[in-house]
């Protein structure tokens, strides 16, 4: 599989420490898959429904848009109880409440209409469903003007822009910050910050990916989930938010 700039393709070692950010966010919620049933709505290239269906799922299913992207999966990660399967997540051919759980990371920011897309989440999910996700902060990824700056993104959102459209559709959500501090904090990280801020909207994806990517490397070649902070501390300022949130009906609590 090669690499894009809007993909995360594991094997490659300046970018495995950005998949293990990724699945951080999974572990943070680790608990709440044992002996459930999963979707996992825009699964990509697949390790991360790799990893729920290895950490307590019942069943895992991995969708995704991109055909190359689940035939990479279905190759490469294979357990009995997982499979992969080519779907639009705004327009998702499953049954009413057939999934207990639905995870989604990085996908409400690709697609063009985020309200439908959220509904399709409801209608799959059960009425003690869950529904967890990421997405880039929009003041810290997107443009000064707003407008999101990978090719790929049709929107990205502030803290409150996010909570104001999953309240929309769930009865309780709660929404944190993550970041590696041992990157945001580091002298190195501190120098460059400021100059990539302002050339990196202009960058193409691949290049742009690579040049963080490496940075990051270079500070420490292999991360692990200890390194990546999730919290409810200055979330307005965090690189990426996650929530976890509930159908009507039902609190989860954390």
Same mark, same amino acid.
């Given at each position: 599989?090669?690499?894009?700039?809007?993909?995360?393709?594991?094997?490659?070692?300046?970018?495995?420490?950005?998949?293990?950010?990724?699945?951080?966010?999974?572990?943070?919620?680790? #608990?709440?898959? /044992?002996?459930?049933?999963?979707?996992?709505?825009?699964?990509?290239?697949?390790?991360?429904?790799?990893?729920?269906?290895?950490?307590?799922?019942?069943?895992?299913?991995?969708?995704?848009?991109?055909?190359?992207?689940?035939?990479?999966?279905? @190759?490469?990660?294979?357990?009995?109880?997982?499979?992969?399967?080519?779907?639009?997540? #705004?327009?998702?051919?499953?049954?009413?409440?057939?999934?207990?759980?639905?995870?989604?990371?990085?996908?409400?920011?690709?697609?063009?209409? %985020?309200?439908?897309?959220?509904?399709?989440?409801?209608?799959?999910?059960?009425?003690?469903?869950?529904?967890?996700?990421?997405? %880039?902060?929009? !003041?810290?990824?997107?443009?000064?003007?707003?407008?999101? #700056?990978?090719?790929?993104?049709?929107?990205?959102?502030?803290?409150?822009?996010?909570?104001? !459209?999953?309240?929309?559709?769930?009865?309780?959500?709660?929404?944190?910050?993550?970041?590696?501090?041992?990157? @945001?904090?580091?002298?190195?990280? /501190?120098?460059?910050?400021?100059?990539?801020?302002?050339?990196?909207?202009?960058?193409?994806?691949?290049?742009?990916?690579?040049?963080?990517?490496?940075?990051?490397?270079?500070?420490?070649?292999? !991360?692990?989930?200890?390194?990546?902070?999730?919290? @409810?501390?200055?979330?307005?300022?965090? %690189?990426?938010?996650?929530?976890?949130?509930?159908?009507?009906?039902?609190?989860?609590?954390?």
């Amino acid at each position: 599989m090669k690499f894009t700039g809007e993909r995360l393709v594991p094997g490659i070692p300046r970018l495995e420490n950005m998949i293990t950010e990724e699945l951080a966010r999974l572990n943070f919620v680790q #608990s709440r898959f /044992k002996d459930r049933l999963i979707l996992d709505a825009g699964s990509g290239l697949g390790y991360g429904s790799h990893f729920i269906a290895e950490n307590g799922a019942r069943w895992v299913l991995g969708v995704d848009i991109a055909e190359e992207a689940v035939d990479y999966a279905t @190759e490469n990660y294979r357990r009995g109880n997982l499979a992969f399967g080519v779907m639009d997540c #705004s327009r998702l051919g499953l049954k009413d409440e057939s999934f207990d759980m639905v995870c989604s990371l990085e996908l409400i920011e690709h697609v063009v209409q %985020p309200t439908h897309y959220l509904a399709e989440i409801c209608r799959v999910l059960r009425p003690q469903g869950l529904y967890f996700m990421s997405t %880039p902060n929009r !003041l810290v990824s997107s443009k000064p003007d707003g407008e999101a #700056s990978w090719a790929f993104h049709e929107r990205e959102f502030a803290l409150e822009e996010l909570r104001e !459209l999953l309240e929309a559709h769930f009865q309780e959500v709660e929404i944190w910050g993550t970041c590696v501090p041992i990157y @945001e904090h580091h002298a190195v990280r /501190k120098v460059t910050k400021s100059p990539l801020s302002r050339i990196k909207h202009i960058l193409p994806s691949e290049l742009r990916v690579w040049v963080s990517s490496s940075i990051r490397y270079w500070i420490k070649p292999r !991360l692990t989930f200890d390194d990546v902070v999730i919290s @409810e501390e200055r979330i307005e300022e965090a %690189p990426t938010f996650v929530a976890l949130c509930s159908r009507k009906g039902f609190t989860h609590g954390m």
